[in-house]
């Protein structure tokens, strides 16, 4: 009965520390496991009543027995179970040491990841109890809980792992990029520091160069101001200076008319004005070529004192600053350009501008000087001069609506022809011939900033074949 007792009892309490760890032999497992459930229900029948302890033949007091459960007992610690007493009450803990492949036990030093996570989930497990109830729940769920338990477990530390180790190279990945970012900033602001060097020294030398020039110079430079008619004022100058120099030729054809009138003694004032530039005229032979040389001496009577301020030499300003000189100037070209010949018979010039009034007065009584004019002119010549003034002193106001001036040129007897500056009259009539030098100059020109209005000229030439009298000049067409 001894005997039976106790190999139920060593049955019964087996089941209680199942091997989770040490490898069972395929045969003999299911073997064991029937035997065990059998004696546990033999034992838990209900005609017993209540549980009563039998002593275990595991812990006999003879020391062969000693021998065989300690021979037992090394033989479990070797396949990973060790249990310091057979019968754990339940204030006791079952300390379970899993082995890995090599048989060695988690204590060292790699295995002190899984030692945590088993510990933790054995002060969360519930308490082993002596029922018959606990024990046979435990021998059926404690196994797979258990296993379940530890890999949860292990699924989540490994997660948090993976993300430990997502993070760790997010951030590392930031770090490098920033570090980049810092390189690269250091390399724009060297560039930066070398351009800001390198721009205050050229601020310098300019500042220098600009002191030295106006020490050396005693010409103050003019700046060119600018507002809002500029281009509006330099179209309407070009127009003018065409409309100018057709006003100027009918005034010439007007009295290059009259002369036949007067009589000889204009005719010889005109010849004699000539002499200085070698040209001998006749009106019999030649009266187109009257009408050019008269135009050009009429063109320098309108033009002198071009430069000077209302045409008048040693004049003052009477407006300083340079915009509004300008505005001014082209507020009297809108309000003169409109002017007619009627208007002028009612009402007079004096009425519309005093400057300008002065102005024809002025012209008139040098051309009269000019040419000997001892005659009322007539009509039709006074329109002609109206309107030979009036296109002249235009050109004025619109030369003087822009600051600099646009300046005036003239070229002078004898000068050597340049094409860019000048226009040859004659080179329609002298296709094959070359100009060589100035003879007269008919109209003046104009710089109109980087552009050039051409002045134009009667020329001498290299070849003289297919010239007239007048020593190598050639008479152009008067329109």
Request: aromatic share 8%; glycine share 4%.
């Amino acid at each position: 009965m001894a005997n039976s007792s106790s190999s139920s009892s060593k049955s019964s309490i087996s089941p209680r520390h199942p091997p989770l760890f040490t490898p069972i032999e395929e045969g003999n497992e299911e073997e064991e496991y029937s035997q065990g459930r059998s004696s546990f229900r033999a034992e838990t029948t209900p005609s017993e009543g209540e549980y009563r302890h039998h002593p275990t033949p595991l812990h006999s007091k003879t020391e062969n027995k000693g021998k065989v459960c300690n021979k037992k007992r090394q033989e479990n610690d070797d396949k990973g179970v060790l249990c310091n007493k057979c019968r754990p009450s339940n204030r006791e803990k079952i300390t379970v040491v899993p082995l890995d492949n090599k048989g060695n036990s988690l204590n060292s030093p790699h295995g002190g990841l899984f030692k945590s996570v088993l510990s933790n989930l054995v002060k969360r497990s519930p308490r082993l109890s002596l029922s018959s109830s606990e024990v046979e729940s435990s021998v059926v769920g404690g196994v797979s809980t258990k296993e379940e338990q530890w890999k949860i477990a292990l699924a989540e530390v490994s997660h948090k792992l993976i993300q430990a180790t997502r993070k760790r190279d997010e951030a590392v990945l930031e770090a490098s990029r920033l570090k980049f970012s810092m390189v690269e900033l250091e390399k724009k602001l060297n560039k930066l520091e070398i351009y800001c060097h390198n721009l205050k020294s050229g601020l310098d030398v300019c500042s220098n160069n600009n002191v030295m020039m106006t020490n050396k110079s005693s010409l103050s430079l003019v700046q060119r101001v600018k507002f809002g008619e500029e281009d509006k004022v330099i179209e309407h100058f070009l127009v003018m200076v065409s409309e100018a120099r057709s006003s100027v030729r009918i005034l010439s054809r007007s009295m290059t008319l009259q002369l036949r009138q007067i009589g000889s003694k204009v005719y010889d004032r005109i010849a004699l004005l000539l002499q200085p530039y070698e040209i001998k005229i006749s009106i019999s032979r030649n009266p187109r070529g009257l009408l050019v040389y008269l135009e050009a001496l009429l063109n320098k009577a309108f033009y002198d004192d071009f430069e000077s301020i209302g045409y008048q030499k040693s004049c003052c300003n009477q407006i300083l600053n340079p915009i509004d000189r300008c505005e001014s100037n082209f507020g009297l070209y809108n309000r003169l350009k409109d002017l007619t010949w009627e208007e002028v018979l009612s009402k007079g010039t004096r009425f519309y501008s005093e400057e300008f009034s002065k102005f024809c007065d002025r012209k008139m009584s040098e051309i009269v000087a000019m040419l000997g004019w001892n005659r009322a002119w007539p009509e039709p010549l006074l329109q002609a001069f109206f309107g030979a003034s009036k296109a002249v002193w235009l050109v004025h106001l619109l030369a003087n609506s822009l600051h600099p001036t646009l300046p005036i040129f003239r070229v002078d007897k004898e000068m050597k022809f340049d094409s860019i500056y000048m226009e040859d009259m004659g080179a329609d009539k002298a296709k094959k011939l070359v100009p060589n030098m100035v003879r007269i100059m008919v109209t003046p020109g104009f710089y109109v900033y980087d552009n050039v209005v051409k002045c134009k000229v009667l020329c001498r030439y290299n070849n003289n074949i297919g010239i007239n009298n007048n020593e190598g000049l050639i008479t152009p067409s008067p329109t």
